[in-house]
């Protein structure tokens, strides 16, 4: 979604920075860009393109950058209005003298649009970011700081800005109220941006904003206040973790290089955390001593896509495994339905981004209610880590791909120590802890395993590659699964898929099936299979051709397809890992044989921070 990039130090820095910044930001998803610059001068200079950070920089080989300290630039995701030159970002007020770059959006912006065209504001874009550097200008008196304040107080709904001023050219403005903004410092040079992954290649101490703060930046000098004018002091961050786009290396996109980075990202997730003579995980952000974790008495996963349904084979897991009530919702959903939150409520927000607004908000509610909110994050310090105040962290290292893989495996691994931790807690022993243990720590070599069936999945794959209709389906853990692996294929081939419990087959979507809806059948050697093969011939007798995941040399679908993707044996909990990992190969494949642009979809954004 929208990214933000702004600079103020040396001179002919500000351009080449904002610009590798927006491209470092690219992977969000974006439609236009746009950058601002000012020089000394009192002269702000603004370049807009559509389409890619490339055709901005061509633009921008033509202006003359040597007087430049400062400027914001901004990649934008459409909301209000269709993607063109005058709807990117920056956008300017009536006299340009105020640049603005906004993440977010203004709910009040056509009530705010009304009254300052009645004071004689021109607009000449169909955004809602337009009408702040109007309002700003609305409120300059000579005091940039105060126009700002003036402005922000104003505005309902969600913002994260950059903004210029002309007449302050050594000085550039940034302020939040629920879309991320980290200030990075660089000695003789600070930086905003609304991902960190813009300035860790430049520098590695960061200040975070919270909401309803701003800062006043100079080449030398941050200073942090509330948008009501109090002094705010903020630690510095140091970023410790690898958040650079390594590069695609020797694979063809960043999808296929995260999907075969699983067995070392799932490593990372559950090093250190299982305890193989205790038969227990440690997870020590959880930050919760036994006593309080034998109280909990029902746990809530919010989450969003593919966290979703993590969180989905989470509550699985809490319940087989630690015994514990558990429910997973939509973020949203769960936001705005008013749930009912006990103290002893866990609530596990899941975000691979850790800003998703629908979750952000989430958080919010369960924090308010009073439950024990942990987060279950892979992007260290993002919003809603910070904002849950505990949590377990992912390790999965970047992920610059749109659609989610090693998060999703990273997720599912986290989750499947967090109730191990709790069931050892309550009532599972010692002997049936160290075999979860040991099924643990055979995750990476078991992703390995089915990696090696790549050609395999990739030949079956441009089989079925002129499908436009398929259906996926799958029993216990294996359900949270079938959906994945439909998402999985939607998001990046932009053919209709779905995810199934099969056995809800027969109660409706049955009536789609025939020769020309192919049904990826999820049936693994696990509880269940039985009455999934029952399932399979439900489809065969419809001509729905059928692709089969089964356990190792498993005949039992022979009879059916020759279509076989086979993951190895493991417990019913691991398999909807290695199944994953067979059913993303296969999105891969077939969305690659249809000519696809497989790293940024259509229309899909990395971090969804509108609601
Ligand atoms: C799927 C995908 C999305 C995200 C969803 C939540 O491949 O990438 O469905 O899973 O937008 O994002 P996070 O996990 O960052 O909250």
Redesign the pocket.
């Known amino acids: 979604m929208c990214g933000i990039v702004g600079y103020i130090g040396s001179e002919k820095a500000a351009a080449p920075f904002l610009l590798d910044g927006l491209k470092r930001l690219e992977y969000r998803g974006y439609d236009s860009a746009g950058i601002s610059l000012v020089n000394s001068s009192g002269h702000i200079l603004t370049v807009k393109s559509i389409g890619k950070v490339v055709h901005l920089e061509q633009k921008c080989q033509s202006i003359q950058c040597s007087d430049m300290y400062a400027g914001i630039a901004h990649t934008r995701w459409a909301t209000h209005g269709a993607p063109s030159e005058n709807n990117a970002h920056p956008h300017l007020s009536g006299s340009g003298k105020f640049a603005v770059v906004h993440n977010g959006i203004i709910e009040n912006y056509s009530e705010l649009r009304k009254r300052l065209s009645m004071a004689g504001h021109k607009f000449v874009s169909d955004t809602d970011t337009e009408v702040i550097p109007h309002l700003i200008e609305e409120f300059y008196n000579g005091d940039f700081a105060a126009a700002v304040t003036g402005a922000v107080q104003q505005l309902s709904g969600t913002y994260g800005i950059a903004v210029l001023c002309a007449d302050y050219p050594d000085m550039m403005i940034t302020a939040r109220h629920g879309s991320p903004i980290v200030i990075g410092l660089a000695g003789n040079a600070n930086m905003v941006a609304s991902d960190v992954t813009a300035l860790v290649s430049y520098t590695r101490d960061v200040l975070y904003l919270n909401d309803d703060e701003m800062a006043i930046i100079t080449p030398s000098h941050v200073e942090v206040r509330t948008i009501n004018n109090v002094p705010v002091t903020r630690e510095v961050s140091r970023i410790s973790w690898d958040v650079s786009a390594d590069g695609k290396g020797t694979f063809e996109h960043f999808m296929l290089k995260e999907i075969y980075e699983q067995p070392e990202s799932v490593g990372n997730a559950i090093r250190g955390r299982i305890d193989l003579k205790a038969g227990n995980a440690k997870l020590s952000g959880l930050d919760l001593t036994p006593r309080e974790m034998a109280l909990i008495n029902r746990i809530v996963v919010a989450?969003?896509?593919?966290?979703?349904?993590a969180g989905l084979l989470g509550t699985y897991y809490f319940e087989d495994i630690s015994g514990i009530p558990a429910s997973v919702e939509q973020?949203a959903e769960f936001r705005y339905r008013n749930p009912i939150i006990e103290p002893n409520t866990l609530v596990l927000p899941?975000?691979?981004?850790?800003?998703?607004a629908d979750?952000l908000a989430a958080v919010r509610e369960a924090v308010n209610k009073g439950a024990i909110v942990a987060a279950i994050?892979?992007?260290v310090g993002s919003t809603?880590a910070r904002e849950s105040g505990r949590g377990i962290y992912l390790h999965a290292g970047s992920e610059i791909s749109?659609?989610?893989?090693k998060?999703?495996t990273c997720?599912v691994a986290v989750l499947l120590m967090l109730a191990l931790l709790l069931g050892r807690n309550r009532r599972m022993n010692h002997e049936t802890g160290t075999e979860l243990s040991q099924e643990i720590m055979r995750i990476p070599s078991l992703i390995q395993e089915v990696l090696k069936q790549a050609p395999t999945i990739e030949a079956i794959a441009k089989k079925h590659a002129n499908a436009h209709d398929l259906f996926y389906i799958g029993r216990g853990c294996l359900y949270p699964a079938a959906l994945e692996g439909a998402?999985?294929l939607k998001?990046i081939s932009y053919v209709h898929a779905e995810g199934y419990q099969a056995a809800e087959l027969k109660h409706g979507p049955i009536a789609l099936l025939d020769e020309h809806v192919p049904v990826v059948a999820l049936c693994n050697d696990i509880p269940g299979k039985d009455k999934m093969l029952g399932n399979i011939q439900e489809c065969r007798a419809r001509q729905s051709p059928v692709i089969a995941v089964v356990t190792g040399d498993d005949d039992c679908c022979a009879p059916f397809t020759e279509d076989i993707i086979r993951v190895p044996a493991s417990s019913r909990f691991v398999a909807p890992i290695t199944t994953v990992v067979a059913l993303q190969l296969f999105a891969y494949y077939f969305a690659k044989e249809r000519g696809c642009e497989i790293d940024q979809p259509r229309n899909?954004?990395?971090?969804?921070t509108v609601e």
């Open positions: 989450a969003c896509g593919s966290s979703f349904h973020a899941i975000s691979q981004s850790g800003e998703t979750t994050c892979n992007v809603i749109v659609a989610s893989t998060a999703f997720q998402l999985k998001e899909l954004a990395k971090s969804v």
